[in-house]
């Protein structure tokens, strides 16, 4: 189970802290990643961390938002400072096993939302201006 938590209605400039309490799982390698779909659109990702602690972020939010975990919490935190509103948005965490990276071919790039197993129920952010 993923359960998320955090969500809310903040103005433009605020802060909103999100959780996800993960549980039931037993991976020793694993990628955890918060994923947004803002209305009308697609998922996309804001940030991931891998079982190392290596974490990436998308360019729409670098250096406004960022992904830790407590282990002995199992949980899974994003801090997102200066939202705006275009961050209005269904916010998601998910986990799979293995690598954040994914490599072939030469190219490497970050696991997308098609190559999560495990979803949770999603947290709503709302920004208003």
């Known amino acids: 189970h993923l359960v998320e938590s955090g969500g809310g209605s903040v103005q433009s400039g605020g802060s909103l802290r999100l959780s996800c309490v993960v549980s039931?799982?037993?991976?020793?390698?694993?990628?955890l990643g918060w994923f947004r779909q803002p209305p009308g659109k697609g998922r996309e990702r804001v940030a991931d961390?891998?079982?190392?602690?290596?974490?990436n972020y998308a360019e729409s939010v670098t250096g406004r938002v960022t992904i830790s975990r407590d282990n002995d919490k199992n949980t899974l935190y994003l801090q997102m400072n200066n939202l705006k509103p275009e961050d209005t948005a269904m916010y998601y965490c998910?986990?799979?096993?293995?690598?954040?990276?994914?490599?072939?071919?030469?190219?490497?790039?970050?696991?997308?939302?098609?190559?999560?197993?495990?979803w949770g129920q999603g947290t709503q952010v709302t920004v208003s201006s």
């Open positions: 998910a986990l799979d096993g293995g690598d954040c990276w994914i490599r072939f071919g030469g190219h490497e790039r970050r696991r997308g939302s098609h190559e999560y197993n495990w």
């Open positions: 039931g799982y037993t991976y020793s390698n694993f990628c």
């Open positions: 961390i891998g079982s190392d602690g290596s974490t």
